[in-house]
């Protein structure tokens, strides 16, 4: 059983919801001061931070059980754990309820907002694995649906939302469109064969990468934004521009005639990019202001 969690936890590259669990915790901190005045108790953090593992290890789940059939049969991805035989449908469905339960127990601890919105993260957590079926937005309805998280970890501590929580959501989101763009290049011959939809297959790659670099423009925008929005002064400001300049250095690496350093910009970078911005946040409000 061991064995076969390590393989599940492999699959979904469980160590990548490192991309989107610092901006949960933004949320959460940004929410409790802009209205509360106050930093989210320890108890809060812990369940937001258990109700995010659990939504992304249940999409990321369904995503490799819903396109079992399209990673077989492609190269790059053949050799996954259930396309390779190293797990069966049941085993990973299993593992899918037991991460959506752990959502479900999560919400429960926090405002009861943050259940009666469940339904719509759990229906979009759903459907993304469909849209590369159905247009080439795939990579914006992916990041609307893992922006979720800054913005549930918003709502689950106050229960309401204003202008910053909203900036807060679609910066994240078109970072998170952005950097699926710049993946999804290493796919753009199979989706384009195989009548999948992707930004790269119907726009080729220069026009993708255009794409995505006009996408992290507004993201780093959005970064911006919020400086004047917040609470968030000077300290922020320095870990917004070094994260600005990360968000770009892996357009510097992935060119349209050499995809060679994709894992390493898509990687590398971004699960960066999070932990920096977040922890400048926190020194800035913990050591500036002094929360």
């Known amino acids: 059983m061991i064995r076969k969690l390590r393989i599940i936890l492999e699959m979904i590259k469980f160590e990548h ?78 593992f899918i309820i037991v991460s959506f339960v752990l959502l479900f127990v999560a919400a429960a601890n926090l405002d009861p907002i943050a259940m009666k919105l469940m339904p719509i993260a759990v229906v979009m957590l759903v459907l993304y694995s469909y849209m590369k079926r159905i247009t080439w937005l795939c990579h914006v309805f992916l990041g609307l649906t893992i922006a979720l998280s800054p913005l549930g970890g918003w709502v689950a501590v106050t229960g309401s939302l204003n202008a910053s929580a909203w900036v807060l959501y679609f910066t994240v989101a078109l970072w998170i469109a952005g950097f699926d763009i710049v993946y999804a290049t290493q796919d753009y011959e199979y989706d384009r064969d195989n009548g999948l939809h992707s930004i790269p297959a119907r726009f080729g790659l220069s026009g993708a990468l255009w794409i995505a670099r006009c996408f992290h423009v507004v993201t780093a925008i959005g970064f911006f934004a919020l400086f004047w929005m917040t609470e968030l002064s000077w300290v ?39 932990v920096v911005l977040f922890v400048f946040a926190m020194v800035d409000l913990l050591a500036v202001h002094q929360w």
Do not use: C
């Open 236 to 274: 922020y400001l320095i870990g917004t521009v070094a994260s600005i300049v990360m968000l770009f250095y892996q357009h510097w690496l992935v060119r349209p005639n050499d995809l060679s350093r994709v894992q390493i910009a898509f990687f590398g970078m971004n699960g960066t990019l999070s």
């Open 17 to 94: 919801s490192v991309f989107a669990l610092p901006f949960a915790f933004m949320g959460a901190v940004l929410g409790t001061l802009a209205v509360e005045k106050r930093l989210p108790t320890w108890g809060e953090i812990g369940w937001i931070a258990l109700a995010m593992v659990g939504a992304r290890s249940a999409a990321m789940s369904l995503n490799r059980v819903i396109d079992k059939a399209i990673d077989k049969a492609n190269p790059r991805t053949a050799q996954r754990a259930l396309p390779a035989g190293l797990l069966k449908s049941f085993e990973v469905l299993l």
